[in-house]
């Protein structure tokens, strides 16, 4: 977490992420990122989530894809798809009957989807309405 003279203890304190609460990753492609967290903090309950549908995951990202699935639901973890980062509450909570109450939320590369010349714009955006 960020440090020095201008953040204060009490926020400090704040910025360092709680290792034994529920996380939820977003927006973690080929759920690489998510089997990494839960391998280097086995006490973490997560949720890995993304945005496409498991056959779209395993369309673009293949068998790397299929492991890390098959880590992440053997470490215990929770894995969904189909689960839109801007509309947490509709893809996340209504359609997978979660609480959608985390201690962690981590957007780890954040992509809007868009491709060609509007994509930087688009995911300047993404990462500004996240922020």
Known sequence: PPSGPSLSAK???RLEPRWSNVHLTVGDGDLS????????????????SVFDSEQ???EKYG?????????????????????DATR????????????G????????FPHSGVVGRNALQSNRALVRWMG
């Open 33 to 48: 990122y998510s089997l990494n967290l839960i391998t280097l903090h086995p006490d973490v309950t997560l949720i890995a």
């Open 56 to 58: 779209q995951v395993l």
């Open 88 to 99: 947490l509450s509709e893809t996340l909570g209504e359609a997978h009957g979660t609480t």
């Open 63 to 83: 068998e790397d894809a299929a492991r890390n699935i098959s880590g992440l639901r053997s470490k215990g973890a929770v894995v969904l798809f189909g689960v």
């Open 11 to 13: 926020k400090r304190k």
């Open 101 to 108: 109450r985390f201690d962690v939320i981590r957007f780890n």
